[in-house]
């Protein structure tokens, strides 16, 4: 592989430049959701707080919190928070428009008398209004990708329930009015109290594995199997069929396995004399048409490879200027994911404008294709562009540094997981920044720390465990790179582990941490659905086994006691207080699920 080492943008300023644009964006989806608010914008109050008057709209944040005016007499509207929290006007006469909010909360106005709008969230969580009395009508947020949507709440009203795309929706409650359920578009309704027609899993909880199949794309983190770590170049129709009919047999599609992706290599030695990409006949004799076909038969989707440069990384034709003719091919095939990889790039070509342009492609067929965009390092462009993106280079299944490869930052195990989950102070390459990505990951979006290399035989069925585990509760895509056709007892019973996906697929989709000081013996957490629900994951890196300890409190828990479920061996180990303390073997882990109360 060649690694483009130049031309990494300055960080700050890329991210300065998200910033910006995500703040015009959230102020015209302010404007959006309601008449009155269109035409007021064009006169709008200067950021700032102020009282009275038509319109009054607060202050704009950038990282930090925006309240909306306090009582305006026709309208108020809460401000845009990028990164922080947007509150919706409050006792604005007619009308209050909650705030909006990218990757944090908004929530909608309350008691304005006739009409209350949610806030709406990107990436963030977005609550109803909620309207008191009269004749009062209250709309739920809506959440863009976001974690969830929450219905309005009405007295005496009515009360319509939140839309999600791509996230969550729970029903909107109404007492005495009506109450129309959430729709979720490719995403996962949680039944309200009183539900028309939500979308998917409508009453019930929800259940991983992709049951969402239309509309938003990867609402929890893509799963599934890849070809290159085990087979590299040696992939053909035989391998991806008998792949195909395996995750069914193995039970891994059961568990959410969903995507068999073909890497690089598939690819003819040049286009035909129209410019088509084409298969290499020879190791796909029947076309990747008819490849679909059957994969698509087995209710699995497939997914390809290309590259923005002009050739690939393996040096077969890349899609530098193609971009267009080559979405519609995949689109014709019936191709629902794009690996992209940053291999050859074109001279004089810029590589956020190549990733854009086969992202529009993709848009641009009607088909919903995962996109995923390899391009090595993170860049906070591809947050916008593609459903995930690689945070590293190249996973080796190794859990030690292989020094032939470190001038490349490591491609080892541990080397992703802290170039994707850690601390600043562990990147080893420090341009990420306090707090680093984490922030970045939710439903439709996710950080890319590499396929799994679990089952090829580099590191210990103790490695794999804790190199499962640490992907899951950093929410990390789950894609196998082993031959699943031939798998040991241990190792289908890591990539089936049923409580340990369902970490990885909570529909929060929140990227768990590291909380621990220590940086040897570790405790990570992640936030799942539910009240006081986390994931922790305790992490010995050292020699020896060792004992870890995790309390309550640091993983923000109010309560004092809580149940403790371990996620490998099945068991439920019931009410503990204040903390737990296990024993984890060296290079091990143990994962718990759990729930204070
Ligand atoms: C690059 C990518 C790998 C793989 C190869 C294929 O190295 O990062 O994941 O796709 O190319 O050539």
Redesign the pocket.
Known sequence: ?TLRQDGIPDPCQASRALRRESFFRLALLTCLTGAVCVSACSNEAPAGSSTGGVHTTGSNATGGAATGGTTGTTQTMGGSATGGTATGGKAGMPQTIGGSATGETATGGSAGMPQTIGGSATSGTATGGSAAGGTTEATGGSSTGGASGTGGSATGGSATGGSATGGIGTGGKATGGAATGATATGGTALGGTTTTGGAKNTGGTTSFGGTASTGALAATPPMGWNS?NKFGGSVTDTLVRGIADAMVSSGMQAVGYQYINI???WQASNRDSSGNIVPDNTKFPNGMKALADYVHGKGLKLGL?SDRGTK???GKPGSYSYEAKDAQTYASWGVDYL?Y???SPAAGSNIQTDYTNMANALKATGRPIVFSI?A?WFYTWETSIGQLW?TG??IVDSWTEDPSKSSTKGHNFLALLDNNGGWSSRYSDASYGSPGLAQYAGPGHWNDP??LEVGNGGMTDTEYQSHFSLWAIMAAPLIAGNDVRNMTAATKNILTNADVIAVDQDPLGIQGKPISTSTTLEVWSKKLSGDQTYAVVLFNRTEASAAITVTWSSLGMTSTSATVRDLWSHTDLGPTATQYTATVPSHGVVMLKVVGG
């Open positions: 592989m290159w890497d690089d290599m490879y690939t990384c393996a690996k990889d940053n291999c390899c090595w690689r280079t190249d590499d396929m």
